[in-house]
């Protein structure tokens, strides 16, 4: 009652920050509330006897293949090797024992939101040439199409690897899914440094595109970004279309989730953009407290907010999350958090199908044809 309380109150100074206006004080405010509550650590259901509590067991070792622009720091043990600073590009795995305790194997089915961050630990990073990286991926992947995953905001890179493991465990993308990490921080207080990161980190994430489509072929890849990871996105594929001779799609899917990408910037870039892919989803929400206080902070609408700014994007579905239990305080980590969701991406990727064919999908007419929402 004691932690549900605390959440309510945090939520509430949280709306009145945001009511407050556009303040940078007010907003810095609650860029802090925001983060301290994405670190809070899931503790179990009060009146739980210890005694029943197990110790921890190994579950499962898995690995998620990676790019990196980031510096070493300490490559004796996996939690300190790369850093925050930019460096060349190196790549190899990330091995990730995930630990999981009776409480959380019991509350974890009932809570859907549950994020199991702290139940896996990052035990091991093997380093690769590019050469033996590529074809250790394309050995893996075999026919199926991978995915190059783009994290966000203030993402260091042990908790990027694990946030890319839960989205690949999730999604069925086991050695699929190839996780890109830019120099993010991970600090709450550094994100216009985190903002000059992902800018610079275009160029790599750019050259990491390309090498995906002379290896798996036009339209043999996808390409998905989280909030800042959807702008480098938006940077990168701008210099491609700019060069692009071809009409042949580069890739197949290109998903945007919850992206901070000023909404008018890219949509000036969306019709280089687009033809590049066989399909773009944008996933959007009215309810992303992050992205809320990014606008207040730029003065100016995220491409991962809906509403009516959006209404001059075509040839891409929207897809309006807002209608969705906010399942995380921030509303920011649907793609991750919340089920209904992750099926719908599942479908896309794993079944190929398109937005008309989705089981919880219905369109938004009364908006436009290429907005679609959750079903009720």
Known sequence: MQSLRSSQMVQINTQLILNRGKSPIFCAILVLILISVMSCSHVPPAGTDPSTVSKHQTDAMFTVPFITVRNTIDTSTAENYYGNR?????????????????????????????????????????????????????D??????????????????????????????????????????????????????????????????????????????????????HSLGGRGLVLALTEIAAAQKDDKPLLDQLIFFAPDVDAEFAAQRMPGIIPLARNVTLYASS?????????????????????????????????????????????????IANKSVIHDVS??????????????????????????????
């Open 86 to 138: 930019r460096a060349t590009q190196s790549q190899g795995l990330c091995k990730l024992e995930w630990n999981k305790s009776y409480i959380a194997s019991k509350v974890e089915k009932h809570i859907e939101f549950y994020i199991p961050e702290g139940s896996a630990n990052l035990t091991d990073i093997d380093r690769f040439s590019s050469s033996d990286f590529w074809s250790t991926v394309g």
């Open 140 to 225: 893996t992947v075999g026919k199926e199409k991978p995915l190059l995953y783009v994290h966000g905001y203030k993402i260091d890179f042990e908790k990027a690897c694990k946030r890319a493991q839960i989205m690949q465990h999730n999604l069925g993308l086991e050695r699929r899914l190839i996780l890109f990490s830019w120099p993010s921080d991970g600090a709450s207080i550094k994100y216009a440094r985190d903002e000059a990161d992902i800018t610079w980190s275009a160029k790599a994430l750019r050259e990491a595109i390309m090498t995906m489509a002379e290896r798996f072929g036009p339209g043999g890849f996808d390409l998905a970004g």
């Open 287 to 335: 309810n992303d407290h992050a992205l809320q206080v990014s606008e207040n902070l730029h003065g100016y609408p995220r491409l991962g907010q809906a509403g009516r700014h959006l209404d001059e994007l075509h040839g891409l579905d929207i897809v309006d999350v807002s209608n969705l239990p906010v399942r995380r305080f921030t509303g920011h980590l649907y793609h």
């Open 347 to 376: 479908e896309l990727l794993n079944g190929r199908k398109a937005a008309d064919e989705r089981e919880k999908l219905e369109q938004h007419t009364e908006i436009g044809q290429q907005f679609w929402q959750f079903k009720e």
